[in-house]
């Protein structure tokens, strides 16, 4: 049960962080790269759900519905991986060989897994689980993981060029960095479960990362989107003012006009009475 308080508390952080993004509250975030991070949120949420039943089931012994439950832990990492990779290409906005690669490696990926995951219902090729709901890795296992793992690493070298090539001339360095530590700090803690597989490491990773990418990404967007909402604001506000300012300007060329002519016919009228 402890190895479910984590992904718990995760999950709780998650809907409280981002309860704008996930309910669309905010008009901020209509791009197209927030509706894929909404998206990816949702599939981080089903992972928090698989995994808190994982520790649940192998707490209380259920060795089948932990099996099942682990099958369905592989393929929600793997569609996280596929929407992480999507987001990341579609948010950086570059149209080129190399991000058609790494938007085709995750979707590979996320089908090798779910091939294999299937094939190991019959022929254990992934994992095991015997009477005793002791988890059990196999190869394969090893191999899906390291391919994410490599996988990970090329998307935050993408984003750390990108703020390289292209950060210090729009300003977003800054949200370039964090988008390169999210997939560095993915990588890291999935190392690290190839070797302990009954700790919360990759959970514990998306809860670091989404944090991350709320205070300096999702935070930075918000604040421009207000910045420019006020600037929108002032230069309707000054339309408004210079055209009310046109209006009494020609209302005051009217009625000067007019008392132009009241003046010039009595002027005439004077004039004509004094000649007469």
């Not at 209380?60 to 099996?67: P, S, T, V, Y």
């Not at 948010?91 to 897994?113: K, P, Q, S």
């Not at 703020?163 to 999935?190: D, E, K, P, W």
Request: glycine share 4%.
């Amino acid at each position: 049960m402890c190895y479910s308080a984590t992904g718990l508390l995760a999950a709780a952080i998650l809907l409280i962080e981002n309860q704008d993004i996930l309910l669309h509250s905010n008009s901020a975030f209509q791009k197209p790269a927030w509706k894929v991070y909404r998206q990816f949120l949702i599939s981080v949420l089903v992972y928090y759900a698989v995994d808190i039943a994982w520790g649940i089931l192998e707490s209380g012994k259920h060795d089948r519905l932990l099996f099942a439950d682990t099958s369905v832990y592989f393929v929600t990492m793997a569609v996280g991986i596929v929407l992480w990779t999507r987001y990341i290409v579609v948010y950086l906005d570059e149209a080129g060989m190399f991000e058609r690669m790494l938007t085709y490696a995750g979707r590979a990926i996320a089908l090798l897994v779910t091939v294999m995951t299937i094939i190991n219902f019959f022929h254990p090729v992934l994992f095991t689980v015997n009477k005793e709901c002791v988890y059990h890795a196999l190869p394969f296992r090893y191999a899906i993981l390291i391919s994410q793992i490599i996988l990970l690493f090329l998307i935050s070298a993408y984003a750390l060029s990108s703020m390289i090539r292209h950060g210090s001339m729009n300003g977003h360095r800054q949200r370039y960095r964090t988008l390169g530590s999210f997939g560095l700090i993915m990588a890291v803690c999935l190392t690290a479960q190839l070797w302990y597989p009954y700790l919360p490491l990759y959970a514990t990773a998306y809860m670091l990362g989404t944090c991350l990418l709320r205070a300096f990404v999702i935070g930075d967007e918000k604040e421009a989107y207000r910045l420019g909402l006020e600037e929108a604001t002032r230069i309707a506000e000054l339309k408004q003012s210079v055209e009310k300012t046109e209006k009494a300007y020609r209302n005051a060329l009217r009625t000067s006009s007019v008392f132009e002519n009241i003046v010039s016919a009595l002027s005439e009228d004077y004039f004509n009475d004094f000649l007469h």
